[in-house]
Structure formats: structure tokens, C-alpha cells
């Protein structure tokens, strides 16, 4: 009994992904495109545990690390150009689908085998290995496990970025996905000496004065559908450049408009470029937001999810508002 549920489901993964690590020296890490908590943390951590093998990593991925996660030792170390694609494995944290890499990821350049360790619905089958566990709540997770099994020592680094991994993706622990194995992780992480509140409020308390100057914006977009069960948010361009702000500047601003008392499914749009929208969706309850992304080419988790879309804000809108009174529909039933 090793004390944690999810460990027997993963250990055959586990024992492949330690011994596929092992054989490398050159090691590239990646995480999902306009990475979260999640995807940074982990990426963070693995660096780490792969140093202490004495592997040469290098974390990469297409965009830049959100402001709130750069306390994180080893931030620092991630790079948005490769100079060489010449890798012995490439590790994919927190990634669905190869697409989510990002439009920029040199797919064409890279040769060298890919191992995935993900927790999203689907496991992405086109790699040598994906370490996977749809129940985890959110990949650092996963990676305490492999932490162990490649006896790494467990240090306050890597600690923090998983810790990070899993308030993150759990919402500091209010979804459904928390389980008793997350808390029995982050027990064992809290054990190390990490500083809680010194991680939480990095994370959730150090908003630069132009994102709520900029929440202040979008709360005005709110938009509720007839029965109130659909809520809609939007950022234009306009407003981005007015607050200074980069898009990547909204994330969590969906939370509000899912936050109101009767709204079961919330969205949330970004103007990439004129009529190109980045959708986001929140559900609570049943309703599983991946099945409305993916009407749209999109993906995610039940509760979480995007997609990209063409179209003005009211068209989409309604489109969404179509396929979720159908969805509400169904529920009722
Ligand atoms: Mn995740």
C-alpha cells in the first residue's frame, strides 16, 4: 500500500517514463501554449527534478510565463527561442494535444521522441509514453510521483512549483478535481518547509494595478442570457491597449462572470485580431464545456476549456448561447 489511490493506475507509466528519462541527457521541457499555473509549475519542477539527475534541460515554451508565476525558482531559466533542436526527448506537460504547443512550436524541426504527462480528459496518443491521469488534479500531481520514482530528493523548489501546479488548477482547491490524493500530495509538499501563504499571495496578490484597471473594463461587457444560466465577458483590443495590458492580462476574469448566483456555464472573449476571438469556458455542475469547445476545434477539462473563433462578439455569443440552451436542455431532462 503505497498510501496514494491514483499511484497503482499510474505505476506502469510511471516505471516506462523513469526509465525513458534515465536514457536521455538532453532534455527538452514544453508545456501548453499561454501556460497557467499548472503547465509553469510543472514545467518549473521537472527542470528541476532533471537537473538533480544531471541532465541539461531546457524549458521552452512559445509564450511568456504569466507575471504572478516568476517568484517561482527557475523562472527565469525559460526560454521562448530555440537555438537548437537537437534533443535526446522532448517532455510535454500539461498538453491534450500537440496543437496546444502553440502556432509557433518548430514541430517540423524535432526529431526526437516525445513523452507526454498530462491529466486532460483524452491522453494524446502520438508520443512514446503519456504518463496520464485524467482524475489527477493537475499535472504536479503527477509529477510528485515521478519525483519519488526517480528518487529525486523532494527539495523547497520543487515543492513550491507543484504546490503551485495544484492550487492553481484545483482553484485553491474548490473543484471538484481535488481529491484526497491532491491533499495527500500537498501534505507531503507542505512538509518540505514551503511557505503557503508566501506562494498564494505571489500568485493571487500581486496584480499589477493595469489588470484591474482592465477588470474594471470588462465587468461593464456583462452579458446574461434570458434564464441567466449563460453569462459572457469580452476584452476588445481597445480596451487592452487603453489599460496597457496584454491579453494573457484576463485570465481569471471568466471566474466573475461564473461567480454569479444561477449561472452555470460562463465565457469569455479575447480579440486576438479583427473578428478572431479566443473563447473561453467555465461550467459548474454537469455541464462538460470540452464537448462545447470542441464544436469549435477547441479542448479542455469539463469545467475548463477554449477554443479560437471567427466571428464579432454577438455572434459568437449566440452561437454559444445555442449549443448551451440545447446542452441546459438535456440536463433538465
Ligand atoms: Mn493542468
Redesign the pocket.
Known amino acids: 500500500m503505497s498510501g496514494f489511490d491514483r499511484l497503482d493506475h499510474l505505476r506502469p507509466n510511471l516505471e516506462k517514463m523513469v526509465g525513458i528519462i534515465r536514457n536521455a541527457n538532453n532534455i527538452l521541457v514544453t508545456m501548453h501554449c499561454r501556460p497557467?499555473g499548472?503547465?509553469a509549475g510543472s514545467a518549473i519542477a521537472m527542470a528541476h527534478m532533471l537537473k538533480a539527475l544531471d541532465k541539461k534541460v531546457t524549458v521552452y515554451n512559445v509564450d511568456e510565463i504569466p507575471e504572478q508565476f516568476t517568484f517561482l525558482n527557475g523562472a527565469a531559466d525559460i526560454v521562448h527561442e530555440l537555438n537548437s533542436t537537437d534533443f535526446d526527448l522532448c517532455l510535454v506537460l500539461?498538453c491534450g494535444h500537440i496543437n496546444l504547443l502553440g502556432r509557433k512550436f518548430p514541430y517540423e524541426k524535432l526529431t526526437c521522441p516525445l513523452a507526454f504527462i498530462d491529466?486532460h480528459s483524452i491522453p494524446y496518443p502520438d508520443c512514446i509514453v503519456n504518463l496520464h491521469d485524467s482524475q489527477a488534479s493537475?499535472?504536479g500531481e503527477i509529477l510528485f510521483h515521478l519525483c519519488n520514482a526517480l528518487e529525486v530528493e523532494l527539495t523547497t523548489d520543487i515543492a513550491a512549483a507543484l504546490y503551485t501546479?495544484i492550487i492553481t488548477?484545483t482553484g485553491s482547491f474548490r473543484y471538484t478535481s481535488t481529491s484526497a490524493d491532491s491533499m495527500r500530495v500537498c501534505a507531503c509538499l507542505l512538509a518540505t518547509g514551503i511557505d503557503v501563504w508566501d506562494i498564494a499571495s505571489n500568485i493571487y496578490e500581486n496584480n499589477p494595478v493595469e489588470k484591474v484597471k482592465l477588470l474594471g473594463l470588462v465587468l461593464q461587457t456583462l452579458w446574461l442570457s434570458k434564464d441567466g444560466r449563460l453569462a459572457c465577458l469580452n476584452a476588445n483590443r481597445y480596451m487592452l491597449r487603453q489599460c496597457h495590458c496584454p491579453g494573457s492580462m484576463t485570465d481569471g476574469f471568466i471566474n466573475y462572470a461564473r461567480s454569479i448566483h444561477g449561472v452555470e456555464v460562463s465565457i469569455f472573449l479575447t480579440e486576438l485580431d479583427r473578428d478572431l476571438y479566443r473563447l473561453s469556458f467555465r461550467s459548474r455542475g454537469n455541464i462538460d464545456v470540452s464537448q462545447i469547445a470542441a464544436r469549435f476545434d477547441g479542448g479542455g477539462h469539463k469545467n475548463a476549456a477554449a477554443c479560437t473563433v471567427k466571428g464579432t462578439v454577438e455572434s459568437i455569443r449566440k452561437q454559444v448561447e445555442e449549443i448551451c440552451t440545447e446542452a441546459f436542455k438535456s440536463l433538465d431532462k
Request: charged share 45%; net charge negative; hydrophobic share 35%.
Open positions: 497557467d499548472d503547465a500539461d491529466h493537475a499535472v501546479s488548477d
